[in-house]
């Protein structure tokens, strides 16, 4: 079959590169100049099994209320008027209630232990480099309240098969020493050993550079302008092409990966996807000493920020070199991706605060990118009722941890073959799926 995978993020390079591999005829459109430039560029690093609790979960209304109109909120919902922005505030409601936080952190870690598996096998056959550590991931807590709210959702994580453990204070800085400079504000750790970080952008680049070896085509530099849909199939795709010029593509199937902007395409067809753009930032920092830096990926609940360590390889007459990546916050103001000076500034005092001396802050560089955020923080996989539309879109906070899975799931399910997982697939004929109304696009 012939193929179109719209977007040439983590998630469409996965899909792309699993239909590959599942014999179609593939082409990757997309408006960057290479794959991954945008929301999957330099975000946080961390394949994150265990960070499957939902930002919508039964404490969050009242934070979200107290955060209101506060500039260095760890999630700032600026209120614009937007009916978009509305009705996703509304649906984030629903999904806070205890019940629907248990189910959707059933479906996180399901797709998250699975799609960890997927990166693993991947990174073996290909011998795909990417800064990758496998140290595990380390969740502090400084707030006694905090840590014990965490408890429940953990336990519920273990019972799924994700080894996330409780530890001590103590536990903690033996597992991270850098630790030890705060060890009188922490209340307390988790730590999940087989999570792992590494840097999404590289990832992509090589993952794209195999799937294109193996007979994948990306057209880089076009930009997607509508999908025509006749007779309930869509007939084609229009773009602005490479040389700015008006084109149609066509092919028997198209898979939608465009991030945050999969909206904006499928509401033409009258395809409503509950997905709203959650910007975050982050920072990359060199190591200025590499013994007060810390080497375990590392997520600080307080500050709702997380850590990740790259070694950058020897080049081009440049030594080896560490930097620090630290990402986070989540600000829903539509598509901007201007960049906050107090939230940049809150984010590298967090990093003194925590690691004194350990960065060169002055070299601090900057980045923003958007959230492909749903209510639930589940991703809409699967079919549409538009017979040949597929998505693989709306992976939110997870979507370097989720893309390995889900790049394969769409893959067999555009096959025509059962996904090797029980999850929520969307659409009228999803597999194993059990539909929820805020997930299911009509
Ligand atoms: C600050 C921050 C930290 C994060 N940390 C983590 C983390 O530690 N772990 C984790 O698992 N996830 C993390 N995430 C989430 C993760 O980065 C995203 O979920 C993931 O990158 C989404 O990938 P995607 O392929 O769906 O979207 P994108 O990477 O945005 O890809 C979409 C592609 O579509 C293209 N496109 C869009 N519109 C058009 C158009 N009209 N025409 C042509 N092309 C178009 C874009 O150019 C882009 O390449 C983080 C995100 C942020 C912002």
């Keep these: 079959m012939r193929v179109i995978v719209l977007g040439a993020g983590v998630v469409g390079t996965a899909s792309a590169y699993f239909l590959q591999q599942l014999g179609h005829e593939v082409t990757v459109i997309d408006r960057q100049a290479v794959p991954g430039a945008e929301t999957s560029f330099a975000n946080g690093g961390q394949i994150s099994v265990s960070h499957a609790e939902p930002w919508a979960n039964p404490s969050a209304p009242l934070k979200v209320l107290s955060w209101l109109g506060k500039e260095d909120a760890p999630l700032l919902f600026r209120l614009r008027a937007d009916m978009r922005q509305w009705l996703w505030g509304l649906q984030f409601l629903r999904e806070c209630t205890p019940a629907r936080t248990r189910h959707n952190i059933h479906q996180i870690v399901q797709l998250g232990t699975y799609s960890r598996a997927v990166l693993r096998e991947l990174r073996e056959q290909l011998g795909l480099q990417y ?42 800085i033996r597992i991270e020493p850098a630790l030890a400079a705060m060890r009188e504000q922490l209340a307390g750790a988790t730590f999940t050993a087989e999570d792992e970080s590494g840097d999404a952008h590289l990832f992509t680049r090589e993952l ?101 360590r790259y070694t950058r390889p020897a080049q081009g007459g440049q030594e080896a070199r560490d930097v620090l990546r630290v990402a986070g916050t989540a600000e829903l103001n539509g598509y901007s991706r201007a960049l906050s000076e107090v939230r940049c500034a809150a984010i ?5 605060q925590l690691f004194p001396g350990a960065a060169d802050t002055a070299a601090a560089q900057y980045w923003s990118g958007l959230r492909p955020a749903t209510p639930s923080n589940v991703p809409l996989i699967g079919r549409t009722r538009v017979s040949n539309l597929f998505l693989n879109t709306g992976h939110g906070t997870l979507g370097w941890t989720h893309a390995c899975g889900s790049g394969r799931s769409i ?32």
């Design 411 to 442: 893959a067999r399910i555009v096959s025509g073959l059962a996904p090797e997982l029980d999850f929520a697939f969307c659409g009228p004929r999803g597999a194993g799926a059990t539909l929820q109304p805020a997930q299911l696009p009509v």
């Design 208 to 308: 794209a550079r195999a799937a294109e070896a193996a007979g994948a085509r990306w057209r880089m530099g076009c930009h997607i302008t509508a999908l025509r849909e006749t007779g309930g199939r869509i007939d084609h795709v229009e773009i602005t092409n490479e040389e700015g010029r008006y084109e149609r593509v066509q092919a028997d199937a198209y898979v939608l990966a465009l991030g945050s902007h999969s909206p904006l395409l499928a509401q033409p067809l009258g395809i409503s996807l509950p997905i709203y753009p959650a910007k975050g930032y982050s920072v990359t920092l060199p190591v200025r000493d590499a013994a007060l830096a810390y080497q375990t990926s590392l997520t600080d609940d307080e500050f709702k920020l997380v850590f990740s």
């Design 131 to 172: 800064d990758q550590r496998t140290q595990g991931i380390l969740h502090f807590y400084t707030s006694e309240r905090e840590f014990e709210c965490a408890l429940g959702p953990a336990e519920q994580m273990r019972a799924l098969g994700c080894e996330r453990q409780v530890v001590s204070a103590e536990e903690a």
């Design 348 to 352: 590298v005092r967090r990093v003194a």
